[in-house]
Nanobody, 116 residues
Framework: QVQLVESGGGLVQPGGSLRLSCAAS????????MSWYRQTPGKERELVAA????????TYADSVKERCTIFRDNAKNTVYLQMSSLKAEDTAVYYC?????????WGQGTQVTVSS
């Protein structure tokens, strides 16, 4: 079964930090491009960051550059999104994505809320 499971979201104060995790199973993780997206109600899902199978970062959204880092541990079949200096506008459901040969798959999402 192909599956992605996100975790690590929660409530954080402005200026705080979070690390999101995405655990993958059911495919050869080390061969797959991974990415993080986020979405708020009524808005289009947007790409936050993407990373190749070998760990080369290909994309950061302009809104998160200098504040977020995507990285992966192929031995653990896990991709991470480290976020710092968080702002209220970072509040969203964050989704993990895997680009497989037959199409993309998604996790269930994890909620990040930035509020004082």
């Amino acid at each position: 079964q192909v599956q992605l499971v996100e975790s690590g979201g929660g409530l954080v104060q402005p200026g705080g930090s979070l690390r999101l995790s995405c655990a993958a199973s059911g495919f050869t993780f080390s061969n797959v491009r991974m990415s993080w997206y986020r979405q708020t109600p009524g808005k289009e899902r947007e790409l936050v960051a993407a990373i190749t199978s070998s760990g080369v970062v290909t994309t950061y959204a302009d809104s998160v550059k200098e504040r977020c880092t995507i990285f992966r541990d192929n031995a653990k079949n896990t991709v991470y999104l480290q976020m710092s200096s968080l702002k209220a506008e970072d509040t969203a459901v964050y989704y993990c994505n895997a680009r497989l040969t037959f199409g993309s798959i998604w996790g269930q999402g994890t909620q990040v809320t930035v509020s004082s």
